[in-house]
């Protein structure tokens, strides 16, 4: 499956394509990934292209699973403002659809307060926001 999901996000689709039928896509394949597919995903990630990794963060806000949540936070950081805007949008997007988010919040709390020390101010406002809509939701 994760061999399908690189073809889609390699599409030199335009936006209009991407976000009407593209996402589309990608969601129905992350819907089947298996553990290994997981596995390949996070291997891959390093070199991939900034437009591959904000697509697949866009897909995977539509994954209310762990190991989605996971590949997002892991993402989110040292990979550009780009991808870090759409993974936490993302995240955001999961604890907004997902009615069992209380399940990962401790996880991703920790996750906001190791970010803290070392980000800069636009980042630490989105982190500040995310953990506000966290304690709503959660």
Request: glycine content about 6%.
């Amino acid at each position: 499956m994760f061999s399908q999901l690189d073809v889609e996000l390699n599409k030199d689709a335009n936006l209009g394509y991407w976000s009407e039928l593209g996402i589309n896509d990608c969601v129905d394949i992350l819907r089947a990934f298996k553990a290994r597919d997981w596995i390949e995903l996070e291997g891959a990630t390093a070199s991939r292209s900034t437009d591959w990794l904000v697509r697949c963060a866009e897909a995977l806000g539509d994954i209310p699973t762990k190991d989605s949540l996971d590949w997002l936070m892991k993402t989110a950081v040292g990979h550009g403002n780009e991808v870090a805007e759409a993974a936490l949008e993302s995240i955001n997007s999961i604890i907004f659809n997902d009615p069992l988010i209380h399940a990962h919040k401790p996880t991703l709390i920790a996750w906001i307060e190791g970010l803290r020390p070392t980000a800069t101010r636009p980042y630490l406002l989105a982190l500040a926001a995310l953990e506000a809509n966290l304690k709503q939701r959660g």
